[in-house]
């Protein structure tokens, strides 16, 4: 073969493996012992699948990447697939990342599924590609994308991650194009929620009361039920993924409790929480709460809340027992003193005017035998 031939070839080997899909639509029988009823697919909606670069890849503007989907049938029906992919956002609701079903811009624009409609047998397992073209121009940060799973046919009774008709299964991939993307992450709040007061405010229809100032044990014998919670904005085009502590004091400033605040997702243009219950904090005392939450791109931010009491409930029958008692013996001291009072009145009316006191006898208006004498002066110059 001539050399410039054998260079085109080579040329043409290369540039056929950097274009074709990395894996087409594969079917693959894993047996059907064993089966749970649950439908899984891979990525999952618990976990984000990061597109980074791979062995001989390279994520840029103008690149082409590939990965793959996998769904695994472990039912004892046969079912029907269709395979999309959907627009995913930054969200401020109460939900993580906004799914945008049927909307195919974003970075779902860029993608292309090799199979979107097919059917597995009973512990069969379906494998998709999934091309995804960067466009040349793109800015640097994150890229979020999702595909969705969804059920055809009759129902199927699944458990789990299961997919039934009426629901999508979803799977997000994050695309990191390298480069010098806006970071703007804040810890906006955080605040302390009561399982007791929760539980009260939804029976009331009322919202859920935070950042009280005193919380009671739910029941005579329990402990506090205490969740603190940290709000965390995205406002950058990266996406983040903070984490932190809790550190709770005393009103003596001893350590009474620390706790770890695991990493969760921030998605650009939105917002997150992270949780941590509050456990083994002394059932009576004031406390303050300090929170510290980290990124590694946005740095470290800390907050202080306002000092709180927590008492158990049998604290509040003891304090209203004493408070009763109290009350009862300040009864019984005023009603001492009016008896004092109506008997000196009537042994007052009783003794004969201006006749001798006697022992034990008031020597004057007020006990002072000084008193009958100047009463006696002023009598004279009268």
Known sequence: MPPLAAVALAAWAALSMATAPATAFTVQDRGTAGLDGKVVMSPAAERIETVEPGAGEQISPGSVVHRSVIIHNRTKAAIDFDLDVAQVVGSTADLIVEVRHGVHEGAAAWVTLEKTSFRLKPGQQGTVGVTIKIPQGIKPGSKPFAVTATQRGGAVQTQGAGIAPQFKQV?????????????????????????????????????????????????????????????Y??????????????????????????????????????????TVELKGLPSLGVFTAR??????????????????????????????????????????????????????????????EGGASGDGAWDGSDGDGEAWEYEDDEAERA
């Not at 904005?233 to 996406?239: A, S």
């Open 233 to 274: 904005q995205n406002k950058g085009e990266r996406l983040l993924t903070p984490s932190g502590k809790v550190v709770i004091r005393d009103i003596f400033g001893r350590v009474a409790g620390r706790y770890d605040i695991k990493q969760f997702t921030v998605y650009p243009d939105g917002e997150s929480a992270g």
């Open 291 to 352: 929170v510290e939450l980290e990124s590694e791109a946005a740095g470290k931010q800390t907050t202080t809340l306002p000092r709180f009491v927590m008492v158990p409930k049998w604290f509040l029958l003891a304090a209203a027992a004493f408070i009763l008692y109290g009350l009862y013996r300040l009864l019984r001291w005023q009603l001492r003193r009016r008896r004092e009072w109506k008997r000196y009145l009537a042994e007052e009316e009783a003794r004969p």
């Open 171 to 231: 799977g997000i991939f994050i695309l990191e194009l390298p480069g010098d993307a806006p970071i703007n992450g804040k810890l906006t709040k955080a605040s302390i929620t009561s399982a007791q007061k929760n539980l009260q405010a939804a029976r009331d229809n009322e919202k859920t009361p935070s950042n009280s100032r005193l919380y009671v044990s739910p029941h005579w014998t329990d402990t506090h039920r205490l969740t603190l919670s940290t709000e």
